[in-house]
């Protein structure tokens, strides 16, 4: 069974200040992406990332799949009270079948 | 004109009983999700549709039962409601399923809480 293990589970922090989330596995995937999740809603896809070592930016957020597509990052930078939400990484293992979820880190950012 | 959209968004029932969820999209997707997502936010598939052919079933009770009457709509049946159904259940599309992009698009989640 393929996991993937994303970490903190939660995270406080004030604006301003940088971030980062892991999402890790022991697997490697075809492709994995970055989903945000609000209260009440559906994730919402931010980014996928398809080639080990590719790194993405999407405004003050960087996301990168490791060199060994076992793994990835999220990197906000100078976070803001609109970026708290639930982050879910996905990856799709070879055969393209079906995503697999971690289970989230949860942001909140103070104002 | 919400891309995907469930009814009900809350769903309050007694054990024992049956109910339905619906789930439209009006993207063009060919392939339809179900997803179950737990109180510690653990997103997990149940079914997929491609074409309103079942293509992926995981272990789920055969309480469950979808049904893709066209490839706008994939509707969820859950008979003799037990305490564990209780979840957001989340119905997805995407473009086509298996491809590296994969982008999927969610519904606004059915909150089912069993009694």
């Known amino acids: 069974t393929q996991l993937l293990e994303q970490s903190p589970q939660f995270l406080s922090i004030q604006e301003g200040e940088n971030l980062t989330v892991y999402c890790n596995s022991s697997?490697?995937?075809?492709?994995l992406q970055w989903y945000r999740q609000e209260p009440g809603e559906g994730p919402v896809l931010l980014v996928t990332?398809?080639?080990?070592?590719e790194v993405k930016k999407l405004k003050r957020l960087t996301f990168q799949f490791g060199d060994a597509r076992k793994d990835s990052s999220l990197h906000i930078t100078a976070a803001q009270p609109g970026d708290t939400g639930l982050y879910l990484c996905?990856?799709?293992?070879?055969?393209?079948?079906?995503?697999?979820f971690g289970a989230g880190t949860r942001l909140a950012v103070h104002p | 004109d919400t891309a995907v959209s469930q009814t009900p968004k809350y769903l309050v029932t007694q054990m024992g009983n049956d109910k339905s969820i619906k789930c439209e999209q009006n993207?063009?997707?060919?392939?339809m999700y179900w997803y179950k997502q737990d109180s510690k936010k653990f997103l997990k598939i149940m079914f997929s549709?491609?074409?309103?052919?079942?293509?992926i079933n995981e272990t789920v009770p055969n309480r469950f039962s979808p049904k893709s009457p066209d490839k706008a709509h994939l509707n969820l049946h859950i008979n003799s409601l037990e305490l564990g159904d209780s979840a957001v259940y989340f119905c997805?599309?995407?473009?086509?399923?298996?491809?590296?992009?994969?982008?999927?698009?969610f519904g606004p989640g059915t909150r089912l809480t069993v009694l």
């Open positions: 997805a599309s995407s473009p086509r399923g298996a491809t590296l992009y994969n982008e999927q698009f």
């Open positions: 697997s490697v995937f075809s492709s």
């Open positions: 990332v398809v080639t080990g070592g």
């Open positions: 996905a990856g799709l293992p070879g055969g393209y079948n079906k995503l697999i």
């Open positions: 993207l063009g997707h060919d392939t």
């Open positions: 549709y491609n074409n309103k052919e079942l293509i």
